[in-house]
């Protein structure tokens, strides 16, 4: 998009957009330059994008960040995102975003058009509908007594996507929250849990995340 410009005599003043911000919840997924597994291939989490601006974006994530780490971050969307940990946060951390002019125009215009779009969702297609809890995070707890926090990345009466620093081998039994189930599928930032008995839909955000 070019950007008007405005001629005061010798003086040209190229107009800047205002930036924009706005409170969201999208899945995601990141990898940090220090986080690398035993081949030594960078690590990949989901997260959820939970605010965020043309220069900033703030990230609920199953693992913590420091000040400077190097964040490669692809949201639904929006795309691919580079930059630093600027700030870190309980649970989760906050990405500058480096960006010329040029693209933090092109970024501002994805915010606003998913700020118009994103209270309309396509319905789910799966077999038993997911929801995305409000709070995203819970407690794994394994059957050799390991407990680590994870990421809640949607849930149904069926099962759940987690993310989380461990990732449990194939036919794992684990328990998330209150509810036992059984790793059934892993995927580019977690895997998928799938409950040993269905579960109330009036109850069962509530037994998932759980602390």
């Known amino acids: 998009m070019s950007l008007p410009e405005i001629e005061l005599g010798d003086i040209i003043v190229v107009e800047r957009r205002q930036d ?27 997260c959820r994008a939970v605010n965020l601006s043309s220069r900033a974006i703030a990230l609920a994530s199953p693992i913590t960040a420091k000040l400077g780490d190097r964040v490669i971050a692809h949201i639904d969307h929006l795309g691919k995102l580079e930059g630093c940990v600027i700030r870190e946060l309980e649970r989760g951390f906050v990405m500058g975003i480096s960006a010329s002019p040029e693209e933090q125009d092109r970024l501002i215009d994805k915010i606003v058009w998913l700020d118009k779009h994103k209270n309309h969702e396509v319905p789910d297609k799966r077999g038993d509908g997911r929801m995305v809890p409000a709070n995203p995070y819970s407690r794994m707890m394994l059957a050799d007594g390991h407990q680590e926090t994870c990421l809640v990345l949607d849930v149904s009466v069926s099962g759940a996507a987690i993310s989380a620093n461990t990732v449990p081998e194939m036919g794992t039994v684990v328990a998330i929250g209150s509810i036992v189930g059984r790793v059934v599928r892993h995927f580019e930032g977690g895997f998928a849990v799938q409950f040993l008995e269905r579960q109330n839909p009036h109850v069962v955000e509530a037994s998932v995340i759980r602390h």
Do not use: H, Y
């Open 20 to 46: 924009v911000r706005i409170i969201a919840n999208i899945a995601g997924r990141f990898m940090l330059s220090n986080r690398r597994d035993a081949r030594g291939e960078r690590r990949v989490f989901a």
